[in-house]
T-cell receptor, first 117, second 109 residues
Framework: NAGVMQNPRHLVRRRGQEARLRCSPMKGHSHVYWYRQLPEEGLKFMVY????????ESGMPKERFSAEFPKEGPSILRIQQVVRGDSAAYFC???????????????FGPGTRLTVL | AQRVTQPEKLLSVFKGAPVELKCNYSYSGSPELFWYVQYSRQRLQLLLRHISRESIKGFTADLNKGETSFHLKKPFAQEEDSAMYYC???????????FGTGTRLTVIP
């Protein structure tokens, strides 16, 4: 089991371009979480998805950010018209079943470091 | 509003010395607390959770509701303990984790 996979590991975009970050959960996991870590800050929750459903997007910025987890393929975090403030490390985590991390460990990917020039 | 505070960004101790990484939290309900660790060039991983009341790699953490703290302790630090440590919480039935800013522990040989 290769664990949670994220690609690309590093992504450079110019202001106004689109960024697409991919996350493949661990085998057998159907729950995906995205977190963002700005410089000098802790990881902040963005969105929780199950296959084909967004369960909790309370941490997602209202504009330019979207996420999906299709029936087939990886989960995608999409950032449109990136700005310098979007520069951060974006982490994906997956869990096997219920979203409550008290009972179902979230396994983290290596992260994607986005740099906006 | 929920908040996790790790007051020390950097902590250095000598090998064999006791180590304590501080974590204080603020949460209106009944939280669940965790410690995550990230070793050099590795991904973030769960170290321990308070509901398990377990000791992992010699580390323990006790939830003190009166002081709203969940400090991580180890009586004798080892070089391999050098890493970034994050305290995190979640609310009952919640889906997501709320993280502190982390403490980088360096164990000096």
């Amino acid at each position: 089991n290769a664990g949670v996979m994220q690609n690309p590991r590093h992504l450079v975009r110019r202001r106004g371009q689109e960024a697409r970050l991919r996350c493949s959960p661990m085998k057998g996991h159907s729950h995906v979480y995205w977190y963002r870590q700005l410089p000098e800050e802790g990881l902040k929750f963005m969105v929780y998805l199950q296959k084909e459903n967004i369960i909790d997007e309370s941490g997602m910025p209202k504009e330019r950010f979207s996420a999906e987890f299709p029936k087939e393929g990886p989960s995608i975090l999409r950032i449109q018209q990136v700005v310098r403030g979007d520069s951060a490390a974006y982490f994906c985590a997956s869990s096997r079943t219920s979203g409550d991390p008290s009972y179902n460990e979230q396994f983290f990917g290596p992260g994607t470091r986005l740099t906006v020039l | 509003a929920q908040r996790v505070t790790q007051p020390e960004k950097l902590l250095s101790v000598f090998k064999g010395a006791p180590v304590e990484l501080k974590c204080n939290y603020s949460y209106s309900g009944s939280p669940e607390l965790f410690w995550y660790v990230q070793y050099s060039r590795q991904r973030l991983q769960l170290l321990l959770r308070h509901i398990s009341r377990e000791s992992i790699k010699g580390f323990t953490a006790d939830l003190n509701k009166g002081e709203t703290s969940f400090h991580l302790k180890k009586p004798f630090a080892q070089e391999e303990d050098s890493a970034m440590y994050y305290c995190a919480l979640t609310g009952t039935g919640a889906n997501n984790l709320f993280f502190g800013t982390g403490t980088r522990l360096t164990v000096i040989p």
